[in-house]
């Protein structure tokens, strides 16, 4: 079955450190999805991209997240610098939107997990 | 703008009992999907049940079953014959129909007791 790969799984670093994160979607799925989940919360939308396009980053604090999908495949999201309250589950979702048969379901990956000392 | 209000932070019920969680939304749009997500403790979140706003017949997946009130804005889950394999926080959540855009709710952290 086809799954959404996500990498680190676990990541702990310094406040004013750099990060990134990697996502690879399911195959063909045009759309990806990056949130983020404070323990006990849902998940809210850092950015949403449809293939190598950002249709949605109003919650991507942009001074010090950025987020590319540069052949519309995978993505990596990058914080820097750090800050104690970014620690958090950054999960990647990716879904096919559109009338075929499937599409418009989000696939989660397990998710990086960030802690930030 | 979409919100999704999950009104139940915690619920338990017992194994083999019937238990409903509660959801309502707030949207202008009138086509969209409406979702219940499964997120079992450290493990990835999955998809329980999906439901077209159109559809008037509510979607059910086994002991899954959903009431959609789409007047009321109201999206609850009911789960029947409760294992304990349901332990796991479940979220609720919109998608428009075009763009794709989600929000969830907070969650309802379910506990199914022995």
């Known amino acids: 079955e086809a799954e959404v790969a996500q990498s680190p799984r676990y990541k702990i670093t310094e406040k004013s450190q750099a990060v990134a994160f990697w996502c690879d979607p399911i195959?063909?799925?045009?759309?990806l999805y990056w949130y983020r989940q404070i323990l006990g919360q849902g998940p809210e939308l850092l950015v949403q991209f449809q293939d190598e396009s950002v249709v949605d980053d109003s919650q991507l604090p942009k001074d010090r997240f950025s987020a590319e999908r540069l052949k519309g495949v995978d993505s990596t999201l990058k914080i820097q610098p750090a800050e104690l309250g970014d620690s958090a589950m950054y999960l990647c979702a990716s879904s096919l939107i559109g009338k075929r048969s499937g599409a418009n379901v989000l696939t989660f990956g397990a998710g990086s997990r960030l802690t930030v000392l | 703008a979409q919100t999704v209000t999950q009104s139940q932070p915690e619920m338990s019920v017992q194994e083999a009992e019937t238990v409903t969680l509660s959801c309502t939304y707030d949207?202008?749009?009138?086509?969209?999907?409406l979702f219940w997500y499964k997120q079992p403790p450290s493990r990835q979140m999955i998809l329980v049940i999906r439901q077209e706003a159109y559809k008037q017949q509510n979607a059910t997946e086994n002991r899954f079953s959903v009431n959609f009130q789409k007047a009321a804005k109201s999206f609850s889950l009911k789960i029947s014959d409760s294992q304990l394999g349901d332990t796991a926080m479940y979220f609720c959540a919109f998608m428009t129909l075009l763009a794709g855009k989600s929000t969830f709710g907070d969650g309802t952290t379910l506990t199914v007791k022995p």
């Open positions: 195959s063909g799925h045009a759309t």
């Open positions: 949207t202008s749009e009138n086509n969209y999907y």
